[in-house]
């Protein structure tokens, strides 16, 4: 049978979801709790990867096993052999025909900032450090990037993909006091194209660039008319949806 899970982590600690060759990752600590669980040696399919330092608040994967554990009990027994800064959320059975990442229909990322002239020991581990922000500008730079677009502007240089084209949903940033949280929902997105979008947000604020260089970036496809890629820290899959 298959098995749905939901999963949330802190990314700090490890080199992404994909297992990897120079560290620890996410993936290979979730599969080899399942496989101390059922004797069986899994394959863990994710609704796509992230990155070395992103967290995860609610990703999907799937598994196959022929375990008689009842499949909404899974995440209860996978949990006891996983560590405090990876849990599963809920377990259910899939259709046979569900993927992970094939079935997925739309995503959503929050990047957060705080506002401080110094680091704050109790919000630097999950946001970046921002000197200056202004919600008017940031918004009007998301504006500009709601729709369909090639987005090769917001790829990392190198990056290679079948296409740049993607549909965002929607984008906001709100502020609350010192935080400010950003929020994207698109049927797919691009490597480091979140974390581009955070830092062309941030280049705006700072009056680096303007809301129509990202216009006209979004038509050339430059990627250095565009802000920096902004930290891992502050990037976190929020949601995966798929109906």
């Known amino acids: 049978m298959r098995i749905l899970l939901t999963v949330s982590y802190d990314g700090t600690s ?16 979730i599969e080899n709790a399942i496989t101390k669980l059922t004797g069986e040696k899994v ?11 992103v967290h995860a608040e609610g990703q999907v994967a799937h598994f196959d096993t022929f375990s ?7 995440y209860l027994a996978i949990n006891s052999f996983l560590p405090n800064d990876i849990r599963i959320l809920s377990s259910a059975i899939a259709d046979d025909n569900f993927h992970a990442r094939y079935s997925a229909k739309r995503k959503s990322y929050v990047y957060k ?22 919600e008017k500008s940031a918004q009007s730079v ?3 990037i709601v729709g369909t677009h090639d987005f090769k502007c917001f790829l990392s240089s190198g990056s290679e993909v079948k296409t740049t084209v993607r ?23 691009l490597y480091n194209m979140v974390r581009i979008i955070a830092g062309t ?25 565009v802000g920096k890629t902004a930290p891992a820290k502050g990037l976190c899959l929020k949601s995966v949806e798929y109906i």
């Open 14 to 29: 490890y080199v992404g979801w994909q297992r990897q060759k120079n560290g620890v990752s996410v993936q290979e600590v």
């Open 201 to 225: 947000v941030l280049a705006v604020c700072e009056n680096k660039i303007t809301s129509f260089d990202v216009e006209s970036a979004l038509i050339s496809g430059d990627r250095n008319a």
């Open 113 to 134: 900032f705080y506002l401080s002239t110094v680091v704050l020991p109790l919000k630097d581990r999950y946001a970046t450090r921002i000197e200056t922000f202004d």
């Open 142 to 144: 998301l504006d500009k």
């Open 43 to 53: 394959s863990l399919i994710a609704s796509g990867r992230t990155d070395a330092g």
């Open 167 to 189: 549909t965002i949903y929607s984008a906001t940033v709100k502020r609350q006091g010192d935080d400010v949280t950003l929020e994207v929902t698109g049927n797919g997105f």
């Open 68 to 74: 008689k554990v009842p499949p909404e009990k899974f």
